[in-house]
């Protein structure tokens, strides 16, 4: 047991890094959809109040926002399950007990991601929703 310990140390140690980058990773993608959709309805708090003051309900509001931040990820999602699959070879080695494309993983972390996205394309979609037309339009 501590010679296959020993063996595998420097392949767990590998994998520990990768899992901990890779949740650093997840986190900074969270926060980036965040603030990239929070700048967007911020800029357009205009055009969301003159939606809504022409009688456009606070769920197609919702609705407008969070398909925006859907878009992007579906995009982001496609190019990354690309390169991952193209890179899989290089990080093989890295691995114990799954397989280079295990599909498993590959369709959970694709889910983990959508959700993340879609959480943080939801939170400013919500701000979005609230917003008081007579207010958003006095302001520009």
Request: proline content about 1%; overall charge positive.
């Amino acid at each position: 047991e501590d010679h296959t310990g020993a063996a595998t140390f420097a392949q767990r140690l590998g994998g520990s890094l990768l899992g901990v980058f890779g949740v650093l990773a997840l986190l900074l993608a969270g926060v980036g959809i965040y603030g990239v959709i929070r700048f967007n309805v911020s800029q357009r708090t205009r055009e969301i109040g003159i939606r809504m003051a022409m009688g456009a309900q606070r769920v197609q509001v919702l609705g407008m926002i969070v398909m925006q931040g859907a878009r992007l990820t579906g995009v982001g999602l496609l190019v990354g399950l690309a390169a991952s699959v193209l890179l899989t070879q290089f990080l093989a080695t890295l691995l114990l007990n799954v397989g280079a494309r295990d599909s498993a993983t590959f369709v959970g972390i694709t889910l983990l991601l959508a959700a993340v996205a879609l959480l943080a394309s939801f939170l400013p979609a919500r701000w979005a929703a609230r917003v008081d037309p007579v207010v958003a339009l006095r302001n520009e």
